[in-house]
């Protein structure tokens, strides 16, 4: 389906309004057009058989118009949610907003429409400010509660509902695009739920690579590693045992993401059960995809047979990550 782009002046509404010869009531614009809606009809048979199998609630396909895609969202008895009663509510909503920008706005006008088949033409219901609606992440529909009432729509003179078949329309013009200010949405975690992992790392005495890293492990929705330095990072190197929680393909999170994790790194001491511990709450990100200790253990207190930490050359290292919040790029 082709889609044409319409730009309508804000100085010639009032013009407009009036040689259509509008219908004005309670911020509606009402009035009757010969030629059919330009974007998109939808057509319902059977029309009654969606209140008797309680259909409270249908959307349309989606459809292309002025470079986006749309649907009609239909509540045949009245939008239960919004307490309307004996009303079709009919609403605009925007749809394949996931291919949108971060930050995406756009302002639109359109015109619903309702088929009178007795008369071949059509009642177009808009908005009378002819000002537009603002489009965003947090709103993606527009429209009428009371599109029309049911009174008006079963009455048969007035050809909306003929052989139990009507036809809806839709009209989109796009008064503007642009992309707002950016912005995040913070989800903090409820009840969230505690990831273990357990790491055996034998043959320590021989270990001669800068850094070794455990399986991939899941916690939340991503995967995430153990980062053990045998011989120490940074300011550790030499005399230190480092530990790090990291993630384990920080290349693939979405721009903006940003993981609120508490991580609990731990030596097990395999003969009494005195473990060391370090635990932390950090923000993980594409830029930040590893947290940890340079100088988690010095190296004569962790090599030292007492503290029950390398037994037989072996040493056992355990996380634990909790997600307690995630932020996202605002869309």
């Not at 980062?227 to 990291?246: E, I, R, T, V």
């Not at 923000?283 to 503290?307: C, E, I, K, M």
């Amino acid at each position: 389906m082709n889609a044409y782009l319409y730009i309508i002046p804000s100085d010639c509404w009032d013009t407009i309004k009036a040689n259509l010869n509008m219908d004005i009531q309670d911020g509606i614009s009402k009035s009757v057009s010969d030629a059919p809606p330009s974007h998109y009809i939808f057509k319902i048979q059977l029309f009654s058989l969606l209140t008797k199998h309680s259909v409270e609630k249908y959307e349309s396909r989606e459809f292309d118009a002025v470079g986006y895609k749309w649907k009609l969202v239909l509540h045949p008895n009245g939008n239960k949610s919004r307490n309307v009663k004996e009303h079709i509510s009919l609403y605009l909503a925007l749809a394949g907003t996931s291919s949108l920008r971060p930050g995406w706005e756009i302002h639109a006008t359109f015109r619903l429409c309702l088929l009178d088949q007795n008369r071949d033409h059509y009642l177009m219901v808009e908005d009378a400010t002819g000002t537009g609606k603002r489009f965003h992440g947090m709103k993606l529909e527009w429209g009428f509660d009371k599109f029309i009432s049911l009174k008006d729509f079963n009455g048969e003179s007035n050809g909306y509902l003929v052989d139990d078949t009507c036809v809806f329309g839709a009209e989109v013009f796009v008064c503007k695009e642009k992309n707002i200010t950016q912005g995040e949405c913070l989800s903090m975690m409820k009840d969230s739920i505690i990831n273990k992992h357990v790491w055996k790392i034998e043959n320590f005495s021989k270990l001669d690579a800068e850094r070794y890293e455990s399986k991939p492990f899941n916690a939340g929705n991503q995967k995430w590693k153990i980062q053990f330095y045998p011989k120490g990072k940074g300011s550790g190197q030499g005399n230190y045992l480092s530990l790090y929680l990291a993630l384990a393909d920080p290349t693939t999170l979405p721009p903006g993401l940003k993981i609120f994790a508490e991580m609990t790194l731990r030596l097990l001491d395999q003969l009494q059960a005195k473990h060391y511990t370090g635990k932390a709450n950090l923000w993980f990100s594409a830029a930040n995809p590893d947290h940890g200790w340079q100088r988690f253990v010095s190296l004569a207190y962790f090599t030292n047979p007492s503290t029950g930490h390398l037994v037989r050359d072996i040493c056992i290292v355990e996380a634990e990550v909790t997600i307690l919040g995630v932020a996202n790029a605002l869309s």
